[in-house]
């Protein structure tokens, strides 16, 4: 395979790198449904019309009497961000690809961000040919979601061993994380349907999801009420159970993270919904899912497997003793 060979002549990336690249796809993940999110509220989803042209016969966009210029860029820039971002998933997969040996659930991490990435172009091109339906929408954003948390993952992962999972928590706090995990989708999902009948639809022509705002507004906050009291119990059972520090950390600063978007959520509704405060709001989403996922990463340790005889590698990219693992995060931090 080309891929293959192009691989084998690479240079072993060195592990620090590779974990540059990879927060720099979490960045690029959470970012792009940021910069959708201004595309929406600047009414210029629809300032490239067509897919994958910008408009029929160019690829960039040009003047038109019934499209504005900054609307044909915002929209533009954001199709250019997905690029970039691609760019910079596909080097990370290759700086994967480089360790030796090869860590499968690390390869198959790597593999996934841009090919995610790709997926999402191609929804993003069926979302302006069906005219922004709102469902569509809400699909973009919350695959934006699902791969922003694989993302983190992969960061995790690049500093994980090879060797089987191993939990470093008590199940009541895999229990209560994984439970409050589901609610964190639904209220993701809530929030789609808030924005999807609210009045930032991405053109003023765009048909709005026929619900009161008001009523999934208020679903929206029931939701994450439980979610906060989820987290308080976790809180509790962390504090009654032998937890490794780097754990308590990351509750902390997803605590910190859910609060701060609560509050910046209910400050949007009773402002009337703001064009700022709508592309912030989504910043949060996007910040509320990178700490959740860096919770979840914390709940179990793989330590590395121990290097083969005679090798003097531990395939990390870096040489370690034979038969002497390579400390994970966890381990690094006290767990």
């Known amino acids: 395979m080309v891929l293959q060979a192009v691989v084998n002549r690479l ?22 449904a940021v910069t959708g999110a201004v595309v929406r509220v600047t009414g210029s989803g629809l300032g490239c019309p067509t897919w994958p042209e910008c408009f029929p016969g ?24 997905t690029i970039a971002l691609v760019l910079a998933a596909g080097l990370t997969m290759l700086a994967v ?27 993003g091109g069926f979302v302006v ?45 895999r229990g209560l994380v994984a439970t409050s995990t589901a609610v964190l989708a639904a209220l993701l999902v809530a929030g789609t349907l808030v924005t999807a009948a609210g009045p930032h639809a991405g053109d003023a022509a765009t048909p709005r999801l026929g619900i009161e705002v008001a009523a999934l ?10 979610y906060l009291g989820l987290l308080i119990g976790l ?15 990351r509750y902390a600063v997803l605590v910190a993270v859910v609060l701060a978007q609560g509050a910046l959520g209910g400050t949007q509704y009773a402002l009337g919904v703001p064009e700022v405060l709508a592309a912030l709001h989504v ?10 996922a860096s919770m979840w990463a914390g709940l179990t340790e793989r330590p590395a497997l121990p290097a083969p005889a005679g090798s003097g590698s531990g395939g990390t990219g870096e040489p370690v003793p034979v038969g002497e693992p390579v400390l994970t995060e966890g381990a690094r931090s006290g767990a």
């Open 97 to 123: 690809l480089t360790i030796r040996p090869r860590r499968r659930r690390l390869v198959w991490l790597a593999v996934a961000q841009p090919v995610g990435i790709l997926a999402q172009a191609v929804i």
């Open 58 to 81: 160019s690829l960039v966009p040009t003047p038109h009497p019934e499209v504005a210029a900054l609307n044909q860029w915002i929209e533009f820039g954001n199709r250019l961000l």
């Open 283 to 292: 910043l949060g989403a996007g910040l509320v899912t990178v700490a959740a």
């Open 129 to 173: 040919l069906s005219g922004l339906v709102w469902w569509s929408v809400a699909v973009h954003f919350l695959v934006s979601m699902v791969f922003t948390w694989l993302a983190v993952q992969l960061v995790v992962a690049v500093s994980d061993g090879g060797g089987p999972a191993r939990s470093i928590v008590p199940g009541a706090v």
């Open 235 to 249: 809180g509790f059972t962390l504090r009654a159970t032998s937890a490794p520090r780097v754990v308590h950390r």
């Open 217 to 226: 507004a208020q679903l929206h906050a029931d939701l994450l009420f439980g």
């Open 11 to 32: 240079p072993v990336v060195p592990l620090p790198l590779i974990r540059a690249l990879a927060v720099v796809t979490v960045v690029g993940q959470a970012g792009i």
